[in-house]
T-cell receptor
Framework: ETGVTQTPRHLVMGMTNKKSLKCEQH?????MYWYKQSAKKPLELMFV???????ENNSVPSRFSPECPNSSHLFLHLHTLQPEDSALYLC????????????????FGPGTRLTVT | GQSLEQPSEVTAVEGAIVQINCTYQ??????LSWYQQHDGGAPTFLSY????GLEETGRFSSFLSRSDSYGYLLLQELQMKDSASYFC????????FGPGTRLSVLP
């Protein structure tokens, strides 16, 4: 398989459940990202990992917990979510984090459509 | 803080030319990227500008003016399949995306 894959594609969970989203990239990239995309809102960067080290956490509530066991895999662990957390969660990767003079394009996975009931 | 502005919607007819503008306020600016996202799909990379001027890739061109903190995406010879949302994104310390412009191409 090539590119960036995400599982599951759709997830419905209650507010008391615990679930995990999985992302895998087959591109040999060093940086991976979690984004949240809600209706009529910009893509919100949640977490950034570079070489398996978390380098950014954009004030994301603790009910979202990322994990990056190696450079190819990224997880987002979910627990006690709220209905407003319902959104499309996108994983992306890039060769490295942005730097001057280099267009590190991001490759996105298809996303997980999450509904919290 | 960092912020980007784009028009929310643009409508044009097949064969026409459309320009989608993007203004930004950010720190640590390296360049401006553009992404396309069809309904139900993932964003895909279109172009990148690090320096002032126009970059052309087929029917799509992108322009950047660093002094004006402004860029645009130009789509020529519009086709129905170009109906999608288009996002500008600042490449800075990280990637920051604009709110997106929904382009509708009419027959």
């Amino acid at each position: 398989e090539t590119g960036v894959t995400q599982t599951p594609r759709h997830l419905v969970m209650g507010m008391t459940n615990k679930k995990s989203l999985k992302c895998e990239q087959h591109l040999g990239h060093n940086a991976m990202y979690w984004y949240k995309q809600s209706a009529k809102k910009p893509l919100e960067l949640m977490f950034v990992y570079s070489l398996e080290e978390r380098v950014e956490n954009n004030s994301v509530p603790s009910r979202f917990s990322p994990e990056c066991p190696n450079s190819s895999h990224l997880f987002l662990h979910l627990h006690t979510l709220q209905p407003e957390d319902s959104a499309l969660y996108l994983c992306a990767s890039s060769q490295d984090r942005p730097e001057w003079g280099t267009s590190y394009e991001q490759y996105f996975g298809p996303g997980t459509r999450l509904t919290v009931t | 803080g960092q912020s980007l502005e784009q028009p929310s919607e643009v409508t044009a007819v097949e064969g026409a030319i459309v320009q989608i503008n993007c203004t930004y306020q950010t720190s640590g600016f390296y360049g401006l990227s553009w992404y396309q996202q069809h309904d139900g799909g993932a964003p895909t990379f279109l172009s990148y500008n690090a320096l002032d001027g126009l970059e052309e890739t087929g029917r799509f061109s992108s322009f950047l003016s660093r002094s004006d903190s402004y860029g645009y995406l130009l789509l020529q010879e519009l086709q129905m399949k170009d109906s999608a949302s288009y996002f500008c994104a600042v490449n800075g310390q990280n990637f920051v995306f604009g709110p997106g412009t929904r382009l509708s191409v009419l027959p």
